[in-house]
């Protein structure tokens, strides 16, 4: 069973740090381009930064660029999301996704196509606020 299960949520003061995990499990993200979206109270889905097989091309929202990175560890089935200087309107569920395919290995998905991924974790939350 394919399965996708986010870790490093929770609440933290603006300018602060967090750094999401996501791991995969029942399958190899060996074969899988990542991205992290989220989702904030009353409004839609938003994607965050997206990441391609072999890590080499990376993506991310204007509003997080220079404040957030993707990572992967493929030997660890692993993807991260390093947040920093957070703001309050990163306030949101954060939810990891895969999408599959040899497309992936070289470049990294769209932030803006949802249904490139076929596989989403539960979320995790995370709070900016003093």
């Known amino acids: 069973q394919l399965q996708l299960v986010e870790s490093g949520g929770g609440v933290v003061q603006p300018g602060g740090s967090l750094r999401l995990s996501c791991a995969a499990s029942g399958f190899s993200l060996e074969h899988y381009a990542m991205a992290w979206f989220r989702q904030a109270p009353g409004k839609g889905r938003e994607g965050v930064s997206s990441i391609s097989i072999r890590g080499g091309s990376t993506d991310y929202a204007n509003s997080v660029r220079g404040r957030f990175t993707i990572s992967r560890d493929n030997a660890e089935n692993t993807v991260y999301l390093q947040m920093d200087r957070l703001k309050p309107g990163d306030t949101a569920v954060y939810y990891c996704?895969?999408?599959?395919?040899?497309?992936?290995?070289?470049?990294?998905?769209?932030?803006?196509?949802?249904?490139?991924?076929?596989?989403w974790g539960q979320g995790t939350q995370v709070a900016v606020s003093s």
């Open positions: 996704a895969a999408a599959y395919g040899s497309s992936w290995y070289y470049q990294s998905p769209s932030l803006t196509a949802a249904s490139e991924y076929a596989s």
